[in-house]
């Protein structure tokens, strides 16, 4: 496996913020493959330290792309660890809280999730279904509008359209203070 010769698509990575009561939660996604143990707790002890979030209030997602950003790998058979990319991305991830935590405001969540066909096959389980549970959050102000929201579903890169997922929820409300980060590359790679 070599290097990639340039950028074909641009990876994001999206955060959310969530307070209670006084207790936070951050949640991390970015598009690639996996986080590796080693680097989550990495970054959990990071973000303990420089922020005392408790290293169980912190998610770390991957969207599960197969062809993202290996280089923060420490243990992958690929031997293309780069530490540069690896401190890129923890800051990244440092910076995405701030920014999180600088806009909390106040939100009402509205939750709703429903088994989803005909998108997909699972080559592995022929005419059955496997990961067809779609789960669906989404962010309304005080004043009833809707500013952020985000979609679950396991599913090996496969992407719906934002329209369809949306008439996937049904509502089911609950109250704290959150803030997004807005979509942001993660940069060159």
């Not at 993202?68 to 058979?77: A, D, N, P, Q």
Request: proline share 3%; with cysteine; aromatic share 14%.
């Amino acid at each position: 496996m070599e290097p990639s010769g340039g950028i074909h698509d641009d990876i994001y990575c999206n955060s959310l913020l969530f307070e209670q009561d006084g207790r936070r939660l951050f949640l991390f996604s970015a598009d690639f493959l996996e986080f590796e143990e080693p680097m989550a707790e990495d970054v959990k002890t990071l973000m303990l330290d420089k922020y005392g979030l408790e290293r169980d209030c912190l998610l770390l997602a991957a969207t599960h792309s197969h062809s993202s950003v290996v280089g923060y790998h420490r243990g992958w058979y690929t031997g293309k660890y780069d530490q540069r990319y690896y401190d890129f991305l923890t800051e990244t991830i440092c910076r995405s809280y701030e920014e999180c935590a600088a806009n909390l405001r106040t939100a009402t969540a509205k939750i709703g999730r429903k088994v989803i066909t005909g998108y997909y096959g699972n080559r592995n389980h022929p005419g059955q279904l496997a990961d067809n549970e779609v789960a669906v959050v989404k962010f309304f102000d005080e004043s009833g509008a809707a500013f952020a929201g985000f979609v679950n579903w396991a599913v090996h890169s496969t992407v719906i359209s934002a329209a369809r997922a949306w008439r996937c929820w049904s509502r089911w409300t609950s109250r704290s203070r959150w803030a997004p980060r807005s979509s942001a590359s993660t940069g060159p790679l």
